[in-house]
């Protein structure tokens, strides 16, 4: 689904100047894409393994259960279906928002593709396999752990650092504080059980009366 070695920071220049928090989530997913790049040379050197994630490789979103995903990573997967996905995804999407069924096959999977790439949730970027492509409906992280990638902790806690002004936490000891403490993993929900059929009415919405 995702080739972390390959990575930019996504850059929506007129949108990022008239929503505040858009460059903070883009900024954060630049550090998170940075460092996925860096943990993955390092375990590729470390273990003599090769990363098996591609385009077009879809198993994990089809079979994961446990993508988690916080309040300003949905505000950005709602603003990119509603205002950046033209016809025909468009469509096809609206309908696999509409009938999603809270089970484990991610919605904004279509064609072997993520519709919302640019602003896919840290956790799918996090999610990296070695070795060999996930068989169908095999979840690596419990047949073979030693085969998923261990993001680094570091860049992580950078990323979540960039997104917690849309919290409402800006100054650095509260900060340091907000990470430590977890507060922000507390706010993540997964992503199986969110009500995608909201998100298929506001791109209606917007259809019908655009900004
Ligand atoms: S190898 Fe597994 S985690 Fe990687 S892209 Fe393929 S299905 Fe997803
Ligand atoms: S958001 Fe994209 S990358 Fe994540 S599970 Fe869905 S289709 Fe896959």
Same mark, same amino acid.
């Given at each position: ?5 390959? *990575?930019? %920071?996504?850059? *929506? !220049? ?15 997913? @630049?550090? #998170? ?10 375990? @590729? ?5 090769? +990363?098996?994630? /591609? ?8 079979? /994961?259960?446990?993508? !988690?995903?916080? !309040? ?10 509603? $205002?950046?996905?033209?016809? !025909?995804?468009? @469509?096809? =999407?609206?309908?696999?928002? +509409? =009938? ?7 919605? *904004? +999977? #279509? $064609? ?13 970027? /996090?999610?990296?396999?070695?070795? &060999?492509?996930?068989? $169908? ?18 860049? %992580? ?8 002004? *849309? ?7 509260? &900060?340091?504080?907000? #990470? ?12 199986? #059980?969110?009500?995608?059929? /909201? ?13």
């Amino acid at each position: 689904m995702k080739k972390t070695k390959d *990575f930019q %920071r996504f850059s *929506f !220049p007129d949108d990022e100047k008239k929503l505040p928090w858009l460059p903070l989530l883009l900024d954060a997913y @630049e550090v #998170i894409d940075r460092g996925l790049v860096d943990a993955v040379k390092e375990h @590729e050197k470390k273990q003599k393994a090769k +990363l098996a994630c /591609q385009k077009g490789c879809d198993v994990c979103c089809r079979a /994961q259960n446990d993508i !988690p995903i916080y !309040p300003l990573e949905m505000v950005g997967i709602y603003w990119y279906a509603v $205002e950046k996905i033209g016809q !025909p995804l468009r @469509e096809t =999407l609206k309908k696999q928002l +509409l =009938l999603h069924a809270k089970g484990p096959r991610c919605p *904004f +999977l #279509i $064609e072997h593709a993520c519709t919302v790439h640019p602003v896919r949730p840290a956790a799918c970027r /996090q999610f990296n396999v070695f070795n &060999k492509p996930c068989a $169908e409906g095999e979840d690596p992280y419990y047949t073979r752990r030693y085969d998923v990638l261990t993001p680094k902790r570091k860049y %992580r806690d950078r990323a979540f650092s960039i997104m917690l002004p *849309f919290y409402g936490i800006t100054d650095d000891a509260a &900060k340091s504080h907000a #990470i430590k403490s977890g507060l922000l993993d507390s706010q993540a929900k997964p992503m199986r #059980i969110c009500s995608w059929r /909201q998100l298929a009415q506001r791109m209606d919405d917007f259809d019908f009366n655009p900004k």
